[in-house]
C-alpha cells in the first residue's frame, strides 16, 4: 500500500513513541535496557522540548537512571554525588522513589555544574500534576560554610507539595546541559510528612527540612558512582 510521503515522518514519530511506551509499560525490561536504547533515548529526548515526545524516551529507559535515597525524616537528609551526561547527550537523569503510606512533599538541593542548562520533574511513568514553580539560589557558602566543594558557587533550593506526588511512586529529575562534558553533581532530597504544604516553603524551610547547615568542614556526599573495574579485571 502506498503512503503519502508527506505522512512518513508524522507516522514514524508515532511508531517511535508507541515502542518507547511499550517498552516503559513492562518493568521486566528495565533490566535489560541496553546502552543503545539508552542512547537512542536519550537522543529522542534532547531533540525536543515538552509533551510526550519528550516524557516517553525518558520514561522508557528510567531503570538505567541512577536511584538517589531520598531521606523520609525531617532534617536529616544526606548529600549524593553523582555523574551525569557521562554519554554526552546533553541529557541525563536521576530517579527516586515516594515511600508508601502518608501523603509527602519534597525538598531539595542541588550544587549545579557548570553546564547545567535546566532541569524538571516527571514521574518514571504516567503523567504529573503540576510541578515546580520556583527556587532559590543562595551562595554556597552561606548555605554549606567550609562544606562546600571547592567549585561551587551557588547552592540551588527547591521545593514541591504533597499534591503532586503519589506515595509509593518514582519520579524522574531530568538535567539539560549545554556541551557533552560529563557533569559532577551534588544533590540531597527530603521527602517530609504533607502536612505542611512544600509548594510554599521558602528558602529557610527547604533548608530546615533538608538539615542543611554551613558548621562543618565535610559534606559527607555519598558517591553513587559506578567503580571502575580493576586493572587486567575480566
Do not use: C
Amino acid at each position: 500500500m502506498m503512503m503519502n510521503r508527506s505522512a512518513w515522518p508524522v507516522a514514524m514519530v508515532a511508531l517511535t513513541l508507541a515502542g518507547f511506551a511499550a517498552f516503559a509499560a513492562d518493568p521486566a525490561a528495565g533490566p535489560e535496557i541496553t546502552d543503545a536504547q539508552l542512547d537512542q533515548a536519550l537522543s529522542a529526548a534532547a531533540a525536543q522540548t515538552q509533551g510526550e515526545a519528550f516524557t516517553k524516551p525518558l520514561q522508557s529507559v528510567a531503570p538505567r537512571f541512577r536511584e538517589v535515597p531520598a531521606s523520609a525524616e525531617a532534617g536529616k537528609s544526606v548529600w549524593h554525588k553523582v555523574t551525569l551526561n557521562a554519554r554526552g547527550k546533553k541529557l541525563d537523569a536521576i530517579r527516586f522513589r515516594v515511600p508508601e503510606g502518608e501523603a509527602r512533599g519534597m525538598a531539595w538541593a542541588l550544587i549545579p555544574p557548570a553546564n547545567l542548562g535546566g532541569w524538571y520533574i516527571i514521574p518514571a511513568a504516567g503523567e504529573m500534576n503540576g510541578g515546580f514553580k520556583r527556587f532559590f539560589r543562595p551562595s554556597a557558602q552561606k548555605v554549606l560554610g567550609a562544606k562546600a566543594p571547592a567549585e561551587a558557587k551557588q547552592v540551588l533550593l527547591q521545593s514541591l507539595g504533597a499534591a503532586h506526588l503519589k506515595p509509593g511512586a518514582e519520579y524522574l529529575l531530568w538535567f539539560r546541559f549545554r556541551d557533552e562534558k560529563p557533569a559532577p553533581l551534588y544533590l540531597t532530597i527530603a521527602l517530609p510528612a504533607g502536612a505542611e504544604d512544600a509548594d510554599r516553603f521558602d528558602e529557610a524551610k527547604i533548608v530546615k527540612a533538608l538539615g542543611l547547615t554551613p558548621e562543618g568542614t565535610d559534606l559527607g556526599a555519598i558517591n553513587l558512582d559506578p567503580k571502575a573495574a580493576p586493572v587486567g579485571a575480566p
